[in-house]
Protein backbone atom coordinates (compact mmCIF):
# COMPACT_ATOMS: atom_id res chain seq x y z
CA UNK A 1 0.00 0.00 0.00
CA UNK A 2 2.61 2.51 0.74
CA UNK A 3 5.97 3.55 -1.36
CA UNK A 4 9.06 0.49 -0.93
CA UNK A 5 10.89 4.19 -0.56
CA UNK A 6 10.13 3.93 3.21
CA UNK A 7 11.48 0.64 3.38
CA UNK A 8 14.83 1.88 4.70
CA UNK A 9 13.58 5.11 5.77
CA UNK A 10 14.02 5.47 9.68
CA UNK A 11 14.25 8.50 12.36
CA UNK A 12 15.75 6.61 15.85
CA UNK A 13 15.77 10.44 17.47
CA UNK A 14 12.07 10.02 17.17
CA UNK A 15 11.48 6.42 16.93
CA UNK A 16 9.93 3.84 18.80
CA UNK A 17 12.37 4.58 21.71
CA UNK A 18 10.51 7.99 22.07
CA UNK A 19 7.31 6.75 21.70
CA UNK A 20 7.85 4.67 24.46
CA UNK A 21 8.86 7.72 26.45
CA UNK A 22 5.56 9.72 25.39
CA UNK A 23 3.63 6.90 26.99
CA UNK A 24 5.88 7.10 30.24
CA UNK A 25 5.13 10.78 30.58
CA UNK A 26 1.16 10.07 29.88
CA UNK A 27 1.83 7.77 32.88
CA UNK A 28 3.55 10.70 34.59
CA UNK A 29 6.42 10.37 34.47
CA UNK A 30 8.89 13.04 33.84
CA UNK A 31 11.26 11.84 30.75
CA UNK A 32 14.74 14.10 30.63
CA UNK A 33 14.74 14.09 26.72
CA UNK A 34 18.16 14.11 25.97
CA UNK A 35 17.79 12.64 22.43
CA UNK A 36 17.22 15.65 20.41
CA UNK A 37 19.27 19.39 19.99
CA UNK A 38 16.12 21.61 21.07
CA UNK A 39 17.48 24.62 22.54
CA UNK A 40 13.72 26.20 23.63
CA UNK A 41 13.34 23.24 25.74
CA UNK A 42 16.29 23.52 27.98
CA UNK A 43 15.83 27.46 28.60
CA UNK A 44 17.69 29.22 25.88
CA UNK A 45 15.71 32.84 24.36
CA UNK A 46 15.31 33.84 21.20
CA UNK A 47 17.29 36.53 20.86
CA UNK A 48 16.33 40.03 20.80
CA UNK A 49 17.94 40.63 17.42
CA UNK A 50 15.55 38.65 15.79
CA UNK A 51 12.52 39.15 18.05
CA UNK A 52 12.59 42.92 17.64
CA UNK A 53 13.19 42.45 13.94
CA UNK A 54 10.36 40.24 13.48
CA UNK A 55 7.92 42.65 16.06
CA UNK A 56 8.48 45.48 13.35
CA UNK A 57 8.16 43.83 10.18
CA UNK A 58 5.40 41.24 10.61
CA UNK A 59 3.34 42.68 8.46
CA UNK A 60 6.17 41.96 5.39
CA UNK A 61 5.36 38.34 5.87
CA UNK A 62 1.95 37.41 4.91
CA UNK A 63 2.24 36.95 1.39
CA UNK A 64 3.91 34.70 -0.70
CA UNK A 65 7.28 35.77 -1.30
CA UNK A 66 10.45 34.78 -4.21
CA UNK A 67 10.42 31.34 -4.56
CA UNK A 68 14.20 30.91 -3.71
CA UNK A 69 13.87 33.13 -0.65
CA UNK A 70 13.52 36.75 -0.13
CA UNK A 71 15.78 39.38 -1.99
CA UNK A 72 17.37 40.58 1.00
CA UNK A 73 17.52 37.28 3.05
CA UNK A 74 19.90 35.99 0.38
CA UNK A 75 21.66 39.17 0.01
CA UNK A 76 23.06 38.41 3.93
CA UNK A 77 22.73 34.94 3.18
CA UNK A 78 25.49 35.68 0.43
CA UNK A 79 27.61 38.25 2.14
CA UNK A 80 28.13 35.64 4.95
CA UNK A 81 29.49 33.14 3.23
CA UNK A 82 31.63 35.63 0.98
CA UNK A 83 32.71 36.55 4.54
CA UNK A 84 33.81 32.78 5.26
CA UNK A 85 35.73 32.77 2.39
CA UNK A 86 33.27 30.87 -0.74
CA UNK A 87 33.93 32.80 -4.10
CA UNK A 88 31.67 33.56 -6.86
CA UNK A 89 28.63 33.45 -5.52
CA UNK A 90 24.75 35.54 -5.95
CA UNK A 91 21.97 35.89 -4.21
CA UNK A 92 20.23 33.45 -7.35
CA UNK A 93 22.93 30.35 -5.93
CA UNK A 94 21.20 30.86 -2.74
CA UNK A 95 17.76 28.78 -1.54
CA UNK A 96 15.92 29.35 1.94
CA UNK A 97 14.01 26.32 3.27
CA UNK A 98 11.47 25.62 5.84
CA UNK A 99 14.98 24.33 8.14
CA UNK A 100 17.89 22.59 6.59
CA UNK A 101 15.52 19.67 6.49
CA UNK A 102 13.29 21.30 3.59
CA UNK A 103 16.39 22.55 1.97
CA UNK A 104 18.11 19.04 1.98
CA UNK A 105 14.97 17.58 0.88
CA UNK A 106 15.55 20.18 -2.22
CA UNK A 107 18.69 19.30 -3.20
CA UNK A 108 18.55 15.31 -2.94
CA UNK A 109 15.67 15.61 -5.23
CA UNK A 110 17.18 17.92 -7.61
CA UNK A 111 20.10 15.29 -8.06
CA UNK A 112 19.61 12.25 -7.50
CA UNK A 113 17.30 9.74 -9.25
CA UNK A 114 16.61 6.23 -8.70
CA UNK A 115 19.51 3.99 -8.68
CA UNK A 116 22.08 6.98 -8.07
CA UNK A 117 24.24 6.58 -4.94
CA UNK A 118 25.35 8.93 -2.53
CA UNK A 119 28.51 9.02 -0.49
CA UNK A 120 27.14 9.22 3.86
CA UNK A 121 29.20 8.97 6.79
CA UNK A 122 28.93 6.48 9.92
CA UNK A 123 28.19 7.45 11.70
CA UNK A 124 25.23 9.94 10.21
CA UNK A 125 22.56 12.19 10.93
CA UNK A 126 19.81 9.97 9.02
CA UNK A 127 18.30 12.73 7.70
CA UNK A 128 20.46 12.18 4.72
CA UNK A 129 20.19 8.81 4.32
CA UNK A 130 16.62 8.69 4.53
CA UNK A 131 16.24 11.76 1.70
CA UNK A 132 18.08 9.91 -0.67
CA UNK A 133 15.69 6.26 -0.08
CA UNK A 134 12.72 8.80 -0.42
CA UNK A 135 14.02 9.77 -3.82
CA UNK A 136 14.92 6.04 -5.19
CA UNK A 137 18.70 6.63 -4.72
CA UNK A 138 20.44 4.68 -2.47
CA UNK A 139 22.86 5.33 0.76
CA UNK A 140 26.63 3.90 0.55
CA UNK A 141 28.85 4.65 3.83
CA UNK A 142 31.83 6.07 4.60
CA UNK A 143 33.67 5.42 7.70
CA UNK A 144 34.47 8.42 10.03
CA UNK A 145 37.44 7.02 12.23
CA UNK A 146 37.28 6.77 16.01
CA UNK A 147 40.54 6.55 16.88
CA UNK A 148 41.19 9.72 14.55
CA UNK A 149 39.01 12.07 16.49
CA UNK A 150 36.29 11.03 14.50
CA UNK A 151 37.93 12.24 10.82
CA UNK A 152 36.23 11.00 7.43
CA UNK A 153 38.55 7.48 6.67
CA UNK A 154 39.78 8.65 3.23
CA UNK A 155 40.25 5.08 1.86
CA UNK A 156 36.63 4.13 2.97
CA UNK A 157 35.29 6.91 0.77
CA UNK A 158 37.56 5.91 -2.63
CA UNK A 159 36.25 2.27 -1.98
CA UNK A 160 32.43 3.74 -1.74
CA UNK A 161 32.52 5.25 -5.18
CA UNK A 162 30.82 3.32 -8.06
CA UNK A 163 29.35 4.45 -11.67
CA UNK A 164 26.18 5.20 -10.41
CA UNK A 165 28.10 7.54 -7.44
CA UNK A 166 26.55 11.36 -7.66
CA UNK A 167 27.28 13.28 -4.92
CA UNK A 168 29.10 12.97 -1.41
CA UNK A 169 27.74 14.29 1.92
CA UNK A 170 29.77 16.08 4.63
CA UNK A 171 28.38 16.90 8.40
CA UNK A 172 31.32 19.26 9.46
CA UNK A 173 30.59 19.95 12.41
CA UNK A 174 29.94 16.67 13.40
CA UNK A 175 26.52 15.43 14.32
CA UNK A 176 26.29 13.26 16.18
CA UNK A 177 30.07 12.99 16.66
CA UNK A 178 30.82 16.54 17.54
CA UNK A 179 34.06 16.44 15.43
CA UNK A 180 35.33 19.06 13.17
CA UNK A 181 37.46 18.27 9.88
CA UNK A 182 40.77 19.11 9.38
CA UNK A 183 41.17 21.68 6.54
CA UNK A 184 43.70 18.52 5.14
CA UNK A 185 40.95 16.01 5.50
CA UNK A 186 38.81 18.32 3.36
CA UNK A 187 41.23 19.40 0.66
CA UNK A 188 41.37 15.23 0.33
CA UNK A 189 37.83 14.31 -0.41
CA UNK A 190 37.61 17.93 -3.04
CA UNK A 191 39.94 16.08 -4.53
CA UNK A 192 38.30 12.58 -4.63
CA UNK A 193 35.14 14.85 -5.67
CA UNK A 194 37.05 16.80 -8.77
CA UNK A 195 38.78 13.16 -9.98
CA UNK A 196 35.06 11.47 -10.11
CA UNK A 197 32.90 14.13 -10.83
CA UNK A 198 31.03 14.10 -7.53
CA UNK A 199 28.47 17.15 -5.79
CA UNK A 200 29.93 17.51 -2.49
CA UNK A 201 27.01 18.23 -0.15
CA UNK A 202 28.21 19.89 2.61
CA UNK A 203 25.81 20.19 6.23
CA UNK A 204 27.60 23.04 8.27
CA UNK A 205 24.24 24.02 10.42
CA UNK A 206 27.21 23.68 13.56
CA UNK A 207 29.53 26.19 12.00
CA UNK A 208 29.18 28.67 14.57
CA UNK A 209 29.09 26.57 17.17
CA UNK A 210 32.73 25.83 17.99
CA UNK A 211 34.54 25.59 21.02
CA UNK A 212 38.07 25.87 22.71
CA UNK A 213 39.08 28.38 20.04
CA UNK A 214 39.15 26.36 16.87
CA UNK A 215 37.88 27.36 13.69
CA UNK A 216 35.49 25.62 11.24
CA UNK A 217 36.34 25.69 7.55
CA UNK A 218 33.74 26.09 5.04
CA UNK A 219 34.06 22.97 2.33
CA UNK A 220 33.23 25.68 -0.69
CA UNK A 221 36.28 28.07 0.43
CA UNK A 222 38.63 25.36 -0.52
CA UNK A 223 38.08 25.09 -4.22
CA UNK A 224 36.16 27.25 -6.89
CA UNK A 225 35.83 24.18 -9.45
CA UNK A 226 34.12 21.32 -7.64
CA UNK A 227 30.21 21.99 -6.92
CA UNK A 228 29.74 22.63 -3.65
CA UNK A 229 26.27 22.87 -1.58
CA UNK A 230 26.48 24.71 1.48
CA UNK A 231 24.04 23.44 3.85
CA UNK A 232 23.04 26.19 6.91
CA UNK A 233 20.63 28.02 8.90
CA UNK A 234 20.06 29.87 12.16
CA UNK A 235 18.29 27.00 14.44
CA UNK A 236 21.36 25.89 16.41
CA UNK A 237 23.33 29.25 16.61
CA UNK A 238 20.43 31.52 17.24
CA UNK A 239 18.41 28.35 18.73
CA UNK A 240 15.13 29.03 16.66
CA UNK A 241 14.20 25.91 15.48
CA UNK A 242 10.39 26.27 15.70
CA UNK A 243 10.91 29.55 13.11
CA UNK A 244 12.45 26.61 10.50
CA UNK A 245 15.07 28.74 9.13
CA UNK A 246 17.49 27.13 6.91
CA UNK A 247 19.25 27.47 3.07
CA UNK A 248 21.55 25.78 0.78
CA UNK A 249 24.00 27.86 -1.46
CA UNK A 250 25.86 26.03 -4.81
CA UNK A 251 29.01 27.00 -5.79
CA UNK A 252 32.03 26.09 -7.94
CA UNK A 253 31.71 25.33 -11.40
CA UNK A 254 29.74 27.51 -13.53
CA UNK A 255 28.07 24.93 -16.20
CA UNK A 256 27.48 22.13 -13.41
CA UNK A 257 26.27 24.91 -11.03
CA UNK A 258 23.59 26.16 -13.47
CA UNK A 259 22.35 22.73 -14.28
CA UNK A 260 21.63 22.21 -10.61
CA UNK A 261 20.11 25.44 -9.93
CA UNK A 262 17.61 24.76 -12.88
CA UNK A 263 16.66 21.80 -10.94
CA UNK A 264 16.33 23.47 -7.79
CA UNK A 265 13.99 26.08 -9.29
CA UNK A 266 11.95 23.69 -10.23
CA UNK A 267 11.32 22.09 -6.63
CA UNK A 268 11.13 25.58 -5.44
CA UNK A 269 8.19 26.37 -7.11
CA UNK A 270 6.38 23.65 -6.66
CA UNK A 271 6.39 24.42 -2.32
CA UNK A 272 5.65 27.69 -3.42
CA UNK A 273 8.20 29.33 -0.68
CA UNK A 274 9.77 28.83 2.53
CA UNK A 275 8.17 30.60 5.79
CA UNK A 276 8.17 34.65 5.15
CA UNK A 277 8.42 35.29 8.99
CA UNK A 278 11.86 33.99 9.65
CA UNK A 279 13.74 35.26 6.59
CA UNK A 280 12.82 38.65 7.84
CA UNK A 281 15.22 38.53 10.53
CA UNK A 282 18.35 36.94 8.67
CA UNK A 283 19.92 40.08 8.15
CA UNK A 284 19.73 40.53 11.99
CA UNK A 285 20.64 36.83 13.32
CA UNK A 286 23.87 36.88 11.11
CA UNK A 287 25.29 40.25 12.25
CA UNK A 288 24.60 39.06 15.86
CA UNK A 289 27.70 36.69 16.19
CA UNK A 290 27.69 37.82 20.15
CA UNK A 291 24.21 35.87 20.65
CA UNK A 292 26.23 32.55 19.31
CA UNK A 293 29.84 33.34 20.88
CA UNK A 294 28.29 34.08 24.51
CA UNK A 295 27.55 30.38 24.36
CA UNK A 296 30.69 28.73 23.11
CA UNK A 297 33.50 31.29 25.48
CA UNK A 298 34.81 29.84 28.30
CA UNK A 299 31.99 30.59 30.59
CA UNK A 300 29.45 30.05 28.30
CA UNK A 301 26.84 27.47 28.87
CA UNK A 302 27.65 25.20 25.92
CA UNK A 303 31.34 25.09 27.72
CA UNK A 304 30.53 24.54 31.18
CA UNK A 305 27.45 21.95 30.41
CA UNK A 306 30.18 20.16 28.50
CA UNK A 307 33.24 20.02 31.03
CA UNK A 308 30.07 18.89 33.47
CA UNK A 309 29.14 15.70 31.29
CA UNK A 310 32.95 14.94 30.25
CA UNK A 311 33.83 14.91 34.48
CA UNK A 312 30.78 12.47 35.28
CA UNK A 313 31.44 10.39 32.06
CA UNK A 314 35.34 9.86 33.45
CA UNK A 315 33.66 8.50 36.75
CA UNK A 316 31.73 5.58 35.13
CA UNK A 317 33.85 2.13 34.46
CA UNK A 318 32.68 1.06 30.73
CA UNK A 319 32.14 4.31 29.13
CA UNK A 320 35.19 5.79 26.57
CA UNK A 321 34.36 9.01 24.25
CA UNK A 322 36.45 11.14 21.83
CA UNK A 323 35.99 15.03 23.66
CA UNK A 324 33.28 16.87 21.12
CA UNK A 325 35.08 20.52 19.34
CA UNK A 326 31.39 21.39 18.28
CA UNK A 327 27.88 21.14 18.76
CA UNK A 328 25.92 20.28 21.08
CA UNK A 329 26.94 16.23 21.18
CA UNK A 330 29.02 13.81 22.64
CA UNK A 331 29.07 10.23 21.38
CA UNK A 332 29.93 8.35 24.31
CA UNK A 333 30.94 3.96 23.85
CA UNK A 334 29.67 1.38 26.15
CA UNK A 335 31.04 -1.75 26.69
CA UNK A 336 28.10 -3.24 25.96
CA UNK A 337 29.11 -7.31 26.55
CA UNK A 338 30.82 -5.89 30.32
CA UNK A 339 26.87 -4.51 31.46
CA UNK A 340 25.14 -7.58 29.26
CA UNK A 341 23.24 -5.93 27.08
CA UNK A 342 22.46 -7.24 23.67
CA UNK A 343 22.93 -4.27 21.30
CA UNK A 344 23.05 -0.38 22.04
CA UNK A 345 18.96 -0.38 21.73
CA UNK A 346 18.68 -2.58 24.31
CA UNK A 347 20.93 -0.56 26.89
CA UNK A 348 18.49 2.82 25.46
CA UNK A 349 15.33 1.21 26.23
CA UNK A 350 16.14 0.21 29.76
CA UNK A 351 17.88 3.00 30.70
CA UNK A 352 14.95 4.96 29.45
CA UNK A 353 12.51 2.51 32.14
CA UNK A 354 14.96 2.67 34.98
CA UNK A 355 16.09 6.15 34.83
CA UNK A 356 13.52 8.11 32.81
CA UNK A 357 16.24 9.55 30.18
CA UNK A 358 15.73 9.28 26.51
CA UNK A 359 18.93 8.98 24.72
CA UNK A 360 19.49 8.13 21.19
CA UNK A 361 21.55 4.55 20.33
CA UNK A 362 24.41 5.04 17.47
CA UNK A 363 22.78 2.25 15.69
CA UNK A 364 20.41 5.66 15.07
CA UNK A 365 22.95 7.23 13.33
CA UNK A 366 23.80 4.02 11.21
CA UNK A 367 26.84 3.56 13.68
CA UNK A 368 27.70 -0.99 12.84
CA UNK A 369 29.09 -1.80 16.10
CA UNK A 370 25.85 -0.91 18.12
CA UNK A 371 28.34 0.19 21.17
CA UNK A 372 27.69 4.02 20.89
CA UNK A 373 25.02 6.58 22.10
CA UNK A 374 24.72 10.55 21.70
CA UNK A 375 23.93 12.91 24.66
CA UNK A 376 22.44 15.99 23.62
CA UNK A 377 24.58 18.73 26.32
CA UNK A 378 21.85 20.99 26.09
CA UNK A 379 20.23 20.96 30.05
CA UNK A 380 21.92 22.94 32.49
CA UNK A 381 24.64 22.34 34.24
CA UNK A 382 23.48 20.10 37.04
CA UNK A 383 20.44 18.88 35.64
CA UNK A 384 23.44 17.35 32.90
CA UNK A 385 25.41 16.30 36.24
CA UNK A 386 22.83 14.31 37.62
CA UNK A 387 21.50 12.26 34.54
CA UNK A 388 25.44 11.12 33.84
CA UNK A 389 25.17 10.24 37.68
CA UNK A 390 22.07 8.33 36.96
CA UNK A 391 23.27 6.46 34.17
CA UNK A 392 26.59 5.48 36.32
CA UNK A 393 23.88 4.50 38.71
CA UNK A 394 21.78 2.06 36.13
CA UNK A 395 25.15 0.41 35.02
CA UNK A 396 26.46 -0.14 38.33
CA UNK A 397 23.25 -1.70 39.83
CA UNK A 398 23.13 -4.10 36.81
Known sequence: MIS??????????????????????????????????????????????????????IDKSLGYCDIRGMENARTAIKDYHLSRGIKNISENDIFIGNGVSEASYMIISA?????????????CYSLWTNFTFLA???????????????????????????????????????????????????????????????????????????????????TASLCDDVTVVTMNGLSKSHCICELRCGWLCVSGDVNRKKILIEGLIKIASVRLCSNALMQLAIGDALKDSAYTENMI????????????????????????????????????????????????????????????????????????????FRIVMQPEENILRNAIKDIGDFLKNR
Not at 21 to 48: C, R, S, V, Y
Not at 140 to 166: H, L, M, V
Open 4 to 57: RNLDNVHSDIRGDIYMHALELEKQGHKILKLNTGNPAAFGFKMPDSIKNRIICD
Open 111 to 123: LIGTGDEVLVPTP
Open 297 to 372: NETGRLSIQRKAVMEELDKIDGISYVKNIAAFYLFPKLDIKRYGFEDDREFARKLLDDKHILIVPGSGFNCVDKKH
Open 136 to 218: GGRAKFYKCDESADWQPDIESIKRGITSNTKAIVLINPNNPTGALYSKEILLEIIDIARKNNLVIISDEIYDRLVLDGEQHIP
